[in-house]
């Protein structure tokens, strides 16, 4: 069985700040997600990736930027953190063109 | 953007009852439908899907999904504590294949 791992599980962080998230995934799935998940709201999506070097907005990219130079990683970068911004990022991957995804157990961000 | 709605907001069941959630979306074109489970402090685990109007049942759990109404339901016989969890209700087939759609979740307590 494989596994993604997302890095790290908290992150706190200041107004203004650049912040980076990982995720790592050994299933070599094609295709890579990056979800934001607020409390009483849907995952929305910010970036995905279909390939290596590949990336697709999403519908929240903006303030967002996002990497994926190897096929088993994907990192986002959170451009200018905002204050008392609280939220879980999920990664997730799935193979090619089908919905099966498996998620990582997120990364919960606080800026202060 | 297909949209997806979950109702209730949260359900509190005793244990050994039946539970039953519900999701409505707005494209019938829509391939896929699937149920997440999310324990506190994870990531959100695949349950069950279906992709074709009807039921399906896998142990417990069974769904049911009327495209011509565009409503789906997750039932869980004989719940248990253990099932205590946010579900989350996702739509894939859109645009970009293989993307899902998140609903906001119902968060469910099974009162032993």
């Known amino acids: 069985g494989g596994i993604i791992t997302q890095t790290p599980k908290f992150l706190i962080g200041q107004e203004g700040q650049k912040l980076t998230l990982k995720c790592q995934q050994n299933?070599?799935?094609?295709?890579m997600y990056w979800y934001r998940q607020d409390s009483g709201k849907g995952l929305r999506l910010i970036y995905y990736?279909?390939?290596?070097?590949?990336?697709q907005k999403g519908d929240l990219s903006e303030g967002y930027d996002a990497s994926r130079e190897k096929k088993s990683s994907f990192s986002l970068t959170v451009t200018s953190a905002q204050k008392n911004e609280m939220a879980v990022f999920l990664c997730?991957?799935?193979?090619?063109?089908?919905?099966?995804?498996?998620f990582g157990s997120g990364t919960r961000l606080l800026v202060i | 953007q297909e949209k997806v709605q979950q109702s209730p907001e949260s359900l509190i069941v005793p244990e050994g009852a039946m539970s039953s959630l519900n999701c409505t979306f707005s494209?019938?074109?829509?391939?896929s439908i699937w149920w997440y489970q999310q324990h506190p402090g994870k990531g959100p685990e695949a349950l069950i899907?279906?992709?074709?109007?009807g039921n399906k049942k896998e142990g417990r759990l069974t769904v049911y999904l009327n495209r011509a109404s565009l409503h789906v339901s997750l039932h869980i016989r004989d719940s248990q504590p253990s099932d205590s969890a946010v579900y989350l209700c996702?739509?894939?087939?859109?645009?970009?294949?293989?993307?899902?759609?998140f609903g906001a979740g119902t968060q469910l307590i099974v009162i032993p």
């Open positions: 997730a991957s799935s193979p090619s063109g089908n919905s099966d995804y498996t």
């Open positions: 299933f070599n799935h094609d295709t």
């Open positions: 990736s279909i390939t290596e070097n590949d990336l």
């Open positions: 494209n019938s074109a829509s391939q």
């Open positions: 899907s279906i992709f074709s109007n």
């Open positions: 996702a739509v894939g087939g859109g645009s970009a294949l293989g993307r899902l759609h």
